[in-house]
């Protein structure tokens, strides 16, 4: 594992309320990944990061923002959160962009928005 | 993005080889192929990665058709801790996003 450390690992929370997520690494990785998980769906890609204060858009992005204001912290927020937003949240991070390195995975968040 | 097509589920017995294929068709010369496998209620987790030649670790092996377009994720000898979902990625040159598709889920039989 590459440290990573997701937060909270499970939340429940109404609709119309604003969520963050964390996810905090040790191993001074560059890139690091925001993705959910749903039945049907696989992983899919919500925002990533190629740096500090660096970031990107991925497939799913509509209703997610992201910060990452030191290398360690990759922020979720989900402005106001909505039932289509319960899933599994995973975090992962890379250490560069040679694509001879691996990718490495949090434990995952359980979000459940009521 | 890069596409890689896998069969949805596979089923195998215990202590026997697994072979789980995946098509990229669409692959170019300097795209690497990734493997990574997901076992219940974790986070996905590296398995295996090639560019050209075949490769082995201590988890798998990965063999890679001469014209790249397709590889196979070998499983020597299944274990019941081997079921799980894995997934074949390919990493693009110049592209920071890692893209999952729905992966195999490999069911293995006591």
């Known amino acids: 594992d590459a440290g990573i450390t997701q937060s909270p690992r499970h939340k429940v929370t109404e609709t119309g309320t604003p969520v963050t997520l964390r996810c905090h690494q040790t191993e001074n990785h560059r890139y690091m990944y925001w993705y959910r998980q749903d039945p049907g769906h696989g992983l899919r890609l919500i925002h990533y990061?190629?740096?500090?204060?660096?970031?990107d858009k991925g497939e799913v992005s509509d209703g997610y923002s992201v910060s990452r204001s030191k290398t360690e912290d990759f922020l979720l927020t989900l402005e106001s959160a909505t039932s289509s937003q319960t899933s599994v949240y995973f975090c992962a991070t890379r250490d560069s962009l040679n694509l001879n390195t691996e990718a490495f995975f949090g434990q995952g968040t359980r979000l459940t928005v009521v | 993005d890069a596409k890689t097509t896998q069969p949805n589920s596979m089923e195998s017995n215990e202590e026997e080889p697994v072979h789980l294929p995946c098509n990229h068709s669409?692959?170019?010369?300097?795209?690497?192929i990734h493997w990574y496998r997901q076992l219940p209620s974790q986070g996905p987790e590296y398995v295996i990665h090639g560019l050209t030649s075949n490769v082995n670790n201590r988890m798998a092996s990965l063999a890679i058709a001469e014209d790249r377009k397709s590889s196979t994720l070998i499983l020597h000898r299944a274990t019941l801790r081997d079921a799980a979902v894995y997934y074949c990625i390919l990493e693009v040159n110049r592209d920071d996003k890692i893209i999952f598709g729905k992966g195999t889920r490999l069911h293995i039989l006591p």
């Open positions: 990061s190629y740096g500090v204060k660096d970031t």
């Open positions: 669409t692959i170019s010369g300097t795209d690497y």
